[in-house]
């Protein structure tokens, strides 16, 4: 019998926990099942306004967003008005949970935690994106003779886009390769298992994320984009996806026994997609709150390059095997960036038109659910326009109520659920790197053809071109069982900062300057 493992963490990345107690109770997810009948439940709650880009990073340092400084993958760089890619672990302030505990001498293997960075110097083993929805910078691990290791006895991950358009085909296609994926990261996790002794052992499903923001539509006859003749073919892919993880999550547990602290995990949710993220930045621009910026006009010699390149690509592209042609995506993704680039468009979220050097404020990515606003502020953008305190104030209360006023025209709703300033809600020396306002789309406006009015903005009219058809929802659930862990429901909600210093505390390791507070009940410090 191998060395007992004392803390197991699971996480079904995006799991919406109203399909999961479902399926629970409906014996799709029978493993699940026996967890909440005989673990601590709670629910968990994300950051409010960045429980997208900001989850991973908030889970794992036990700090809010203000303080690790990630809001989403693509960020504005402080002092100017360019933007980069914030890669893990690079623009992350605060250190994740495993590091400290690595310092104390504890075991540890930590699998495929999302957005989070791969650190050579752990005292264990560390893998990241060995299959990932938020793919960042490709497979790594903590040493090359461990990712040699991987790549020899469970070869790559399964590749899969979670993002473009799906028939029939293609969603059976992509449903194949998460399932796939599920049981081979299943293979992996038990093999490292197994070997017993660990300290900590994490492991992290994707997949679920990835069926959610595709697939959606196929689970909720509902929605906008429901297709039965897809459905037909391709069955409910996220209910096939989480029946698949739940057969791995039984896997895994039977390789440790009731003395192991298991804490399964839903760190946010999903259902369908809402709002109007696409129009934010023209509705800044009809509102007034921002400038549009002059029109570029690209040289006639770059549109005849991309043509040409365009025509021979295409030809190469069609005659290429469907092998050949899933190892090249990456390289045909990006020379197809470019050549459909138009310097007068921005992807939805980005500052569209925008002049940002002139303009009051600009919207800044942050996630499909709230949409951000970055004031251009004297004394830290390069030429701020609003002078920071009472006249930054009065004019986001302005711009708060001109956009609470604009309204769903086709279902009389209003458009925002709530305006909420970034300041009011978060406090930390990181954030500067923030969006100043944060805009909550309203959740019974489903994604689709948008009709938005109000007095101020008029009538502005779009369609969602985009493929995803679930979103995320703030809300999630955990279960932890182990020993002296009595079954009980708890009346509270847990904030997913609270899991790093649960973790820590469980070997013996107190967290410093954090904001989270240790799970107690999981502790077993409060009496059921």
């Not at 390059?305 to 899933?326: C, E, F, I």
Request: glycine share 8%; net charge neutral; with cysteine.
């Amino acid at each position: 019998m191998p060395p007992l493992t004392k803390v197991l963490f699971l996480e079904m990345d995006a799991g919406e926990h109203t399909l999961v107690r479902r399926w629970a109770a409906e014996g799709v997810m029978p493993t699940v099942q026996k967890l909440l009948q005989r673990g601590i439940v709670g629910p968990t709650m994300a950051p409010e306004g960045f429980f997208v880009g900001s989850i991973w990073p908030s889970l794992t340092t036990g700090v809010s967003p203000a303080k690790h400084g990630v809001h989403s993958w693509e960020q504005i760089r402080s002092g100017s008005y360019e933007f980069f890619r914030a890669s893990p672990p690079d623009y992350i302030r605060h250190e994740p949970f495993w590091k400290p505990l690595s310092r104390a001498g504890r075991r540890l293997a930590v699998f495929d935690m999302p957005l989070s960075g791969v650190y050579k110097k752990i005292n264990g083993i560390q893998t990241g994106e060995w299959g990932a929805h938020d793919a960042m910078y490709g497979f790594r691990a903590s040493s090359p003779a461990l990712k040699e290791e991987i790549l020899r006895k469970f070869g790559p991950a399964p590749s899969f886009s979670c993002d473009g358009p799906k028939d029939a085909r293609r969603t059976a296609a992509f449903r194949d390769r998460l399932i796939d994926g599920i049981r081979r990261k299943a293979d992996l996790t038990c093999h490292y298992l197994s070997q017993g002794g660990w300290d900590f052992f994490g492991q992290v499903f994707t997949e679920s994320h990835c069926a959610g923001h595709q697939c959606w539509h196929l689970h909720d006859q509902t929605s906008p984009f429901h297709d039965p003749a897809v459905l037909a073919v391709a069955g409910d892919v996220m209910k096939e996806v989480y029946a698949e993880i739940d057969k791995a999550l039984g896997r895994i547990l039977s390789l440790v026994d009731d003395d192991t602290v298991t804490i399964f995990l839903l760190g946010h949710g999903m259902g369908h997609s809402y709002g109007a993220y696409h129009l934010f930045p023209q509705i800044l621009l009809q509102l007034g709150a921002s400038n549009p910026r002059p029109r570029i006009e690209e040289a006639a010699s770059s549109r005849a390059t991309k043509h040409a390149t365009d025509s021979t690509l295409s030809a190469l592209w069609r005659a290429m095997p469907q092998g050949v042609k899933d190892m090249l995506k990456p390289l045909r993704d990006n020379l197809r960036g470019w050549i459909d680039h138009d310097p007068n468009w921005e992807r939805p979220g980005g500052p569209r038109h925008i002049d940002l050097a002139t303009s009051p404020c600009f919207t800044i990515d942050n996630n499909h659910a709230c949409s951000a606003v970055r004031l251009n502020l004297v004394g830290r953008e390069p030429t701020g326009v609003l002078r920071p305190g009472a006249e930054a104030d009065a004019f986001c209360d302005q711009l708060a109520r001109d956009l609470l006023e604009i309204r769903d025209m086709d279902r009389n709703i209003p458009a925002f659920t709530k305006v909420m300033k970034t300041a009011d809600l978060y406090r930390g020396d990181a954030l500067d790197t923030l969006p100043d306002l944060l805009a909550q789309w309203n959740p019974e406006m489903p994604v689709g053809k948008a009709r938005l009015f109000s007095p101020k903005l008029g009538l502005l009219e779009g369609e969602y071109k985009l493929h995803r058809t679930g979103e995320h929802r703030p809300p999630g659930l955990f279960v932890a069982t182990g020993r002296g862990l009595e079954p009980r429901l708890l009346n509270r909600t847990v904030s997913v900062m609270d899991f790093a210093p649960t973790f820590t505390s469980l070997l013996g390791v107190e967290l410093e300057n954090i904001d989270g507070q240790p799970i107690a009940e999981v502790l077993g410090r409060v009496d059921a």
